[in-house]
Each structure stands twice: as C-alpha cells, then as structure tokens.
C-alpha cells in the first residue's frame, strides 16, 4: 500500500489529483482508514505491530502530500506574480483637471480686493421675507420702484431675494449699532426676467456697505476707484451719474472706462469709452433706522454690482449665458487667465 501511494503521489501533476489521493487514502473511505479500521478484527499481538505500521505509512503518505501541496501552492503564487506584474514605467493615463468657474474666479477676486481694504464677507438667505427685500429698504407696498425687479413670489410675503441689499439690513441688525460696520455680501439674485445676451433670471451679485461717523459720499468715490483699478488695471477712471435707488440718497451709477479697448471705443461699450458696471449711494436715513442705526450720528454708503457684468468686461465675453451653458470649450479657457 505504502509503495503504491507514494507511487502515485510522485506521478502527480496537478492539485485536483493530489486531492483525489488525499481522499483515495486518507479519506473516510480511503485505503488506509479502511485498514485500521479493520484493527478490531486483530489479536492482541498483531494490532500493536499493525497499528504502527499503519501510522507509518500515514505520515509518510501526509509527509508526501503536504509536500507536494507546498509546491503547487509556491507554483501559483509564482504564476500569480507573473500575470499580474504592471508596468510602473508605462505612461499614466492623464485625466482632464477642472477649472475654477469664471464667475467663481471674478466673485473671489472681488472679495479679495474688499477684504484687502478691511471689509468682511456677509451672507444672507436667498429666500426672503418681503420686509428684508423691499419694505426694509424704503420700498413700501406698491412703490413704483418695485417694478424695476420684478419678483419671484412664493407667497405673498416671501419671494426668491432680487438683490443682495437685503443682507445690508441683516449685517446693520447683527452689529447691533456698532461702527464702523464694513460689509460686503455676494450671493445668488432670482428677477422674473426672459433670458437673453444680457439678462437671466438667476444671477450674482455683490453689495458693499459701509456705516460710521463722518462717512462721506468721496469716501464712497475713492473705494470705486480704488476697486476698478485692482480690477481692470490703474488706467482704469471712473464716472457718477446721478440717477435713483429707494434705499440711497443720493444715488448715482457708475460707469468705469471699457477694460476691453482702454476708452478708446469698442464694441463692447458701444463705442462710447464708457460701461457702467454698478449702482450706489448714500444709505438712506430710513434704511440706517431700520438697521438700528441713528442717522443724526452716523452716515453710510452702499453700493451693488452684477458679478456676471464685471466677469463680462474683464474677460470680454458678449453673451452672458457662456456662464450658464458649461460648455467646456468655453469655461476652460479661464484656466490660464
Ligand atoms: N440693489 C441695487 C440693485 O440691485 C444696487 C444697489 C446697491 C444700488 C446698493 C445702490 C446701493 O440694482
């Protein structure tokens, strides 16, 4: 029996028929554990002589078998090794990098320039209550002025905000009368406008406010300026017009020369040097009292741009809906600007 096994055993070539030996001998009905199951049958002096052999025989044959495993189990893991070796010099695949959002780009530099002059960032819900919209801004129920935004209402006392001055009422609350408040707020504005080259329904703006003793309509001026020309460059002038907001008084738009041709006259400005990129004035004494401000003792200016607009004239873009479309052609060349 032992010849036989070990026989067998040296002339296998795979795992399966090792296991097949394994159980042909060792197995519950295998050779050898019918054999020493037949011990009972033995007398008293062969069954010690027997029973040793027979455990002989099982160790060689386990020796045997667990040696040829071993080597099986070496053979596989060396064919394992082979097959599945990479190639670390090959080449990687290279996977296209995302590219900030111009608007993005534009919203933090704007911040960054304000920031850099000692305001600090505010932020305000984009539902709002028709109080912090309009009504705390100087425009009560059925003021004419309403009708230069038209609204998203959800219901009659709230609508989607149509600009960000209703995070100045919030930032003037919060500081609780304290001056000097410095604040600027971008965020998302909804007005019930038909999408076109210059107009969506969905944009961004940033407000700036200003609150303290003494602030003055030339400190409003400077700022611009100071602002234009760390957005377009130090050539950049700018320009006030008067014209009318609820929530300033006075009130003026600003007109900055086109960053496109330098004043010179381009399509961009219609030819005229000139695009206004923002509106501002003097806080209104009704909007400093519903901010908690006294406006025997302090005076304030504010001012509001459409980030789109400024994004628009820097990188000389003629359709606002670029910004909207995600067309990677478009929203990629920004990754070098
Ligand atoms: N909120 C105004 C708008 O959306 C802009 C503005 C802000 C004007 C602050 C003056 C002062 O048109």
Redesign the pocket.
């Known amino acids: 029996l032992r010849r036989e096994a070990l026989e067998q055993l040296g002339g296998v070539a795979d795992p399966g028929q090792l296991n097949e030996l394994r159980v042909q001998y060792l197995g519950k009905k295998g050779q050898l554990t019918e054999v020493l199951r037949g011990m009972g049958a033995l007398s008293a002096e062969e069954r010690p002589v027997i029973g040793q052999i027979a455990n002989e025989v099982r160790a060689a044959i386990e020796a045997v078998i667990a040696e040829k495993q071993e080597a099986f189990d070496r053979a596989e893991t060396a064919r394992r090794l082979q097959a599945e070796t990479i190639d670390v010099t090959l080449p990687g695949k290279s996977r296209g990098e995302g590219t900030i959002h111009p608007l993005t780009k534009v919203t933090q530099e704007i911040e960054d320039i304000f920031l850099g002059m000692g305001y600090r960032i505010a932020e305000g819900p984009e539902v709002e209550t028709d109080f912090f919209n309009f009504e705390a801004l100087n425009l009560p129920k059925n003021h004419p002025a309403r009708d230069m935004?038209d609204s998203f209402y959800l219901t009659e006392e709230i609508l989607l905000r149509t600009?960000t001055?209703p995070v100045q009422i919030r930032a003037m609350r919060a500081a609780n009368g304290q001056t000097p408040l410095k604040v600027i707020c971008p965020g998302k504005v909804y007005r019930r406008d038909d999408d076109d080259a210059t107009h969506s329904f969905m944009f961004h703006?940033i407000?700036g406010i200003v609150v303290g003793p003494n602030i003055r309509m030339s400190d409003l001026k400077g700022t611009l300026l100071q602002f234009v020309q760390a957005m377009y460059g130090p050539q950049t002038q700018i320009r006030l017009r008067p014209s009318f907001?609820p929530?300033?008084e006075p009130?003026a738009e600003v007109d900055v020369t086109c960053a496109q041709c330098g004043g010179h006259g381009c399509r961009m400005c219609k030819h005229t040097g000139w695009i206004e990129i923002l509106?501002?004035?003097m806080v209104h004494p009704k909007v400093l009292e519903y901010g908690g401000y006294d406006p025997k003792e302090v005076t304030g200016f504010?001012?509001?741009m459409g980030v789109e607009r400024i994004a628009l004239l820097k990188y000389g873009v003629d359709d606002i809906r670029h910004f909207y479309n995600n067309d990677l052609r478009f929203l990629g060349q920004f990754a070098r600007m």
Do not use: K, V
């Open positions: 935004q600009h001055s703006q407000e907001f929530f300033t009130s509106g501002c004035g504010a001012f509001g």
